[in-house]
């Protein structure tokens, strides 16, 4: 519905795009990609490889909107009759990552696919294989951009920002004490998303809005709900705990749900429609944003098989094919934008199922 609208319009105004240039691609490996190797000139018509090995590394294995992600990465190499492989930590701890990544090294997959815990922590062995030529497509979180070739980003990172703060705002009455309950403290896309936050909060139309504290679950259930039952603890005027987390917005919401905050205190953030179905039912939220994790995974498998294939190396303006999603153009450093976050509410929760 709306997102195949939007995607389809995208897809149209990429087209005329082209339409407009006289049809050429353009590509300019010269001009800083996503990476430190992007020195390789790439071939738009190349033909796409077969049997590509893509290997899939969420933050963790035990998390639903993990599972999302990397199917829709599976559906996509099944597409594109790719080898798709899935392994990954069960906690977002900032070094949990490294030891998969080498053993990727070694087991010679074509391409890593990471959602990284520490935009740091995970270079040098991500640099280490792509020294051994394998392609690196952070999703979700990013990698320090010197140590990936392309990052699939959610939505704009300004854009995600700015809706967290229209919505505790519209939550607060346009006034009041709000708190942010995070994931990991290192988690790069959290922790950009809240620099958007405080940016946004500075403004003179959110001076009344004051922020109490940013608190961390890790993205594990039981932490979360400890941190949302803590924050009221020590600020019992809150108004909103705005949650930039699948993990923590649905611990948060379940603690409120279970508590005399009920009415009073106001959850808001990132949250997948089934987590957070029965919260909106009961009006313990009024509304969450998001964007279909999905569709992340199945661009990313696109543009890792892409890179495979040497149609892009992560150049800015380098154009690729994501299947049913469309056209998608490679942006400033490497970055590729899925699409707008969607919102929602009690009016249209019921037309989405993930
Ligand atoms: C959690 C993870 C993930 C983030 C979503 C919104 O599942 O932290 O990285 O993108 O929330």
């Known amino acids: ?3 195949r609208l939007l995607a389809g319009a995208v897809s149209a105004a990429l087209v005329l795009t082209l339409a407009a240039c006289g049809g050429t691609t353009k590509n300019d490996s010269s001009s800083s990609g996503g990476g430190n190797q992007s020195t390789a000139q790439a071939d738009p018509n190349a033909a796409t490889k077969t049997g ?12 639903p909107y993990s599972d999302i992600e990397v199917g829709g990465g599976q559906t996509a190499l099944g597409e594109l009759k790719g080898e798709y492989k899935l392994v990954g930590p069960n906690d977002a701890s900032a070094s949990s990552q490294v030891s998969y990544i080498n053993t990727l090294i070694q087991q010679q997959q074509d391409v890593i696919g990471i959602a990284a815990n520490d935009p740091n ?6 640099n280490q294989a792509r020294t051994a030529g394998i392609k690196v497509v952070a999703f979700d979180s990013d990698a320090a951009k010197d140590c990936r070739d392309v990052f699939i980003n959610q939505a704009t990172t300004q854009s995600i920002g ?8 519209s939550l607060a009455g346009g ?6 309950l995070s994931a990991t403290p290192n988690a790069t896309n959290q922790n950009a998303w809240i620099d958007v936050v405080k940016q946004e909060l500075a403004k003179p139309e959110y ?3 004051k922020l109490d504290k940013i608190a961390y679950g890790n993205d594990d259930d039981q932490k979360s709900f400890q941190e949302a039952q803590g924050l009221l603890q020590s600020f019992p005027n809150l108004k909103v705990i705005v949650s930039p987390t699948t993990v923590g917005i649905a611990a948060a919401a379940r603690y409120i749900d279970s508590s005399n905050y009920k009415g009073k205190v106001a959850v808001t953030g990132l949250g997948t429609p089934n987590q957070m179905r029965q919260y909106i039912k009961d009006g313990t939220v009024k509304e969450f944003a998001l964007w279909n994790p999905a569709d992340i995974g199945y661009l990313a498998a696109y543009a890792g098989v892409a890179l495979a294939s040497g149609q892009i190396t992560g150049a800015e303006g380098q154009k690729f094919k994501a299947g049913k999603l469309g056209d998608y ?6 970055e590729i934008v899925l699409g707008p976050p969607t919102v929602f509410t009690a009016q249209n929760i019921d037309q989405f199922n993930f």
């Not at 006034?175 to 942010?180: L, P, Y």
């Open 1 to 3: 519905m709306t997102r």
């Open 52 to 63: 590509v090995k893509m290997a899939f590394l969420p933050k963790q294995l035990n998390n």
């Open 121 to 126: 922590a995970v270079c040098p062995s991500l």
């Open 162 to 169: 700015e809706q967290l703060v229209k919505s505790a705002a």
């Open 175 to 180: 006034s009041g004490e709000i708190a942010i």
């Open 207 to 209: 001076a009344n809005l």
């Open 329 to 334: 153009t490679v942006g400033a450093n490497g």
